[in-house]
């Protein structure tokens, strides 16, 4: 959809490329479109304490950099919804690039022996990376390439290698795809949505329900790449849920024998 000004605000004229449908400076004067950018929180808040947990355990750096990307991720959002500015959609569209080459990184390289660095798979997800920037018209092209690397890479290990992890692969992926099914219905039948139920609030912000859904898929995600890691350096993973709903892996302090 290409920019609209439903309202002027804090930030002015939107300036994007992208103007999503949600109208804007309903709620806030300050936040452009509100329920689009503090659905984002689910980017932000629990990667924060995936990064921390991750570290406490000892692992590899590179999955403390896949909850970092997907904070990165939930902050340009947010930046972006809220102001509408071209310079913060690129601070969105990008990190979304950047945290999934980490992602597929971190899934390929998960049989490597432990503390081995791929330099030529980072030198190959730098390239990509830069020439996304350089020629950002590619997003969406790119970045379906490289979700559909993870799903083909997550479906070959949870069918040949850890058949018992099909259960979150499958939650992962569901739930990331229920995302994308909202995140079509809002951009097709947006003129409908706004005529039938104008200034309803997060229900039907189908927008925001895309970053809560891709938000936890992606979390969920991130957490099977480490079951799938700390499993084959033959470390004992446990998935404990923080208040009974929120899902955390915890690795016992010694190796099995």
């Not at 970092?68 to 902050?75: H, K, M, P, Q, R």
């Not at 950002?136 to 040949?160: D, E, H, K, N, P």
């Not at 890691?229 to 302090?253: D, I, N, S």
């Amino acid at each position: 959809m290409a920019p609209t000004a439903d309202r002027q605000g804090y930030w002015g004229r939107p300036t994007s490329t992208l103007d999503w449908c949600e109208e804007n400076y309903v709620i806030s004067h300050h936040i452009a479109e509100f329920w689009n950018t503090v659905s984002n929180l689910i980017m932000i808040i629990p990667p924060i304490c995936g990064a921390i947990q991750t570290y406490r355990d000892g692992l590899e750096f590179r999955y403390i950099c896949s909850f970092i990307g997907l904070t990165a991720v939930g902050i340009g959002s947010w930046c972006f919804h809220m102001t509408l500015l071209y310079e913060m959609q690129l601070l969105d569209e990008l990190p979304m690039i950047y945290s999934t080459c980490v992602f597929v990184y971190c899934l390929y390289e998960c049989f490597k022996q432990e503390k081995t660095i791929n330099l030529q798979g980072i030198l190959s997800y730098l390239v990509i990376c830069a020439s996304c920037f350089i020629v950002c018209y590619c997003f969406q092209v790119m970045y379906g390439a490289l979700v559909a690397c993870l799903v083909i890479r997550s479906i070959y290990i949870v069918t040949w290698v850890y058949p018992w992890l099909k259960p979150l692969c499958y939650t992962s992926l569901g739930i990331f795809m229920l995302g994308f099914l909202l995140w079509n219905i809002d951009n097709i039948f947006c003129d409908s949505l706004r005529n039938t139920a104008p200034g309803v609030g997060v229900v039907t912000q189908f927008h925001a329900w895309w970053h809560i859904f891709t938000g936890l898929g992606s979390y969920l995600h991130i957490l099977l790449s480490l079951q799938i890691r700390a499993t084959y350096l033959k470390f004992r993973p446990k998935v404990k849920f923080q208040c009974g709903v929120w899902p955390t892996l915890h690795m016992e302090p010694q190796k099995s024998s």
